[in-house]
């Protein structure tokens, strides 16, 4: 890892708009975890639809897409990246660097907002919080993963990574058989399912894919989502126009 890029790449995160997106819309799912409650009175079956259906199916992949993108893709997309690759600094560790401040903020931005809607909503002496924290954080290591690696890839990784994730993950991903097998959103939930043991069933929190295939799915994922990113900025090359 090197801190020097570590440093920059939180600064260039948080010292932007995108830093305004990142408080506003966990601030924005907080409220509605809010109204669940107030209009629920903390019933767990209004929480697990809130969680399942919105948090972990639509806010956490936006979220991760917004930090993903941030963390790289707007250097490509200015040109301002040439300045640090042609420092000496093996491309493999800008990747591992830039990906662990992403980790970061997913984990304060995207996965600590899923745990508090949970709690806020309603829930069952913990047992949610700490299953949906388990998923939330799987899924976003792979979804966080996957749009850094879509960023190197190409320069339209916000829009191809929004039609991955309002598409895929929150419509097909959720409701069409088939497609829910390859789902990051389903195969996360899997932990959460285990975690919730014989309660699973009857809070509805169910997973299209067991826990080790799951497990298995996510770790193969990330892993080579971390891979691409690493060959394609070892062989990125930057125009003149760039």
């Known amino acids: 890892m090197s801190t020097v890029v570590m440093q920059l790449t939180r600064r260039g995160l948080l010292g932007r708009r995108r830093a305004v997106l990142l408080v506003l819309i966990p601030v924005i799912l907080l409220a509605l975890a809010g109204l669940v409650r107030w209009g629920s009175g903390g019933d767990v079956q209004y929480t697990v639809n809130l969680a399942n259906g919105f948090a972990l199916g639509t806010f956490l992949p936006l979220m991760c897409l917004l930090?993903?993108?941030?963390?790289i893709g707007t250097e490509i997309d200015d040109g301002s990246i040439v300045y640090l690759l042609a420092k000496p600094v093996p491309r493999r560790t800008i990747v591992w660097s830039k990906l662990l401040?992403?980790?970061?903020?997913?984990l304060v931005f995207a996965v600590l907002p899923v745990v508090a809607?949970?709690?806020?909503?309603?829930?069952?002496?913990?047992?949610?919080?700490?299953?949906?924290?388990?998923?939330?954080?799987?899924?976003?290591?792979a979804y966080t993963a996957l749009f850094v690696a879509l960023s190197v890839v190409t320069r339209n990784a916000v829009i191809v990574g929004l039609l991955y994730a309002l598409l895929w993950e929150t419509v097909l991903g959720g409701y069409v058989p088939g497609v829910r097998d390859v789902s990051v959103?389903?195969?996360?939930?899997?932990?959460?399912?285990?975690?919730?043991?014989?309660?699973a069933s009857a809070m509805g929190v169910t997973s299209a894919v067991g826990l080790t295939a799951g497990l298995v799915l996510l770790a193969v994922t990330t892993v080579g989502a971390i891979v691409l990113a690493v060959r394609r900025l070892q062989t990125l090359r930057l125009t003149t126009a760039d």
Do not use: C, K, N, P
């Not at 930090?67 to 963390?71: D, F, L, S």
């Not at 401040?101 to 997913?106: D, I, K, L």
């Not at 829930?123 to 299953?131: F, S």
């Not at 389903?186 to 309660?199: I, K, N």
């Open 67 to 71: 930090i993903g993108t941030g963390v």
């Open 101 to 106: 401040v992403a980790w970061g903020a997913a």
């Open 117 to 141: 809607t949970v709690e806020i909503a309603g829930d069952e002496a913990g047992r949610l919080g700490w299953a949906f924290a388990a998923a939330a954080a799987l899924a976003a290591g």
């Open 185 to 199: 959103r389903q195969w996360a939930l899997s932990a959460a399912e285990h975690l919730l043991g014989d309660r």
